[in-house]
């Protein structure tokens, strides 16, 4: 029966699993990191990325694991408006896609030099 057929894995045994719609799972995980606080570049890369920048500037710079720590925060922070406002730039254009043309307008109309 129809009933019968749903119900019982395929003659392998083995039961396909569920697959969730396109987009549901993206949209999950964006519900996800908008609840959470945490940092979300790893800590020892970033380190490394503002030893590297900071190395062109001045040679044998220290730095205290608070000031990582906060640089951290800043840009992460920068990033998530950047992106945000970036957003809006494409769903203004009825797109649902970001594109680098809209970070450029982004970073333009908040005064930055791009």
């Not at 699993?17 to 799972?25: E, L, M, Y």
């Not at 964006?30 to 503002?50: A, D, G, H, N």
């Not at 920048?53 to 720590?69: E, N, P």
């Amino acid at each position: 029966t129809k009933v019968a057929r749903k119900s019982a894995p395929a003659i392998g045994g083995v039961k396909n699993r569920h697959r969730f719609r396109p987009g549901i799972v993206a949209l999950r995980e964006i519900r996800k990191y908008q609840k959470s606080t945490e940092l979300l570049i790893r800590k020892l890369p970033f380190q490394r990325l503002v030893r590297d920048i900071a190395q062109d500037f001045k040679t044998d710079l220290r730095f205290q694991s608070s000031a990582v720590s906060a640089l951290q925060e800043a840009a992460e922070a920068y990033l998530v408006g950047l992106f945000e406002d970036t957003n809006r730039c494409a769903i203004h254009a009825k797109r649902v896609t970001i594109m680098p043309k809209d970070i450029q307008l982004t970073r333009r109309i908040c005064g930055e030099r791009a």
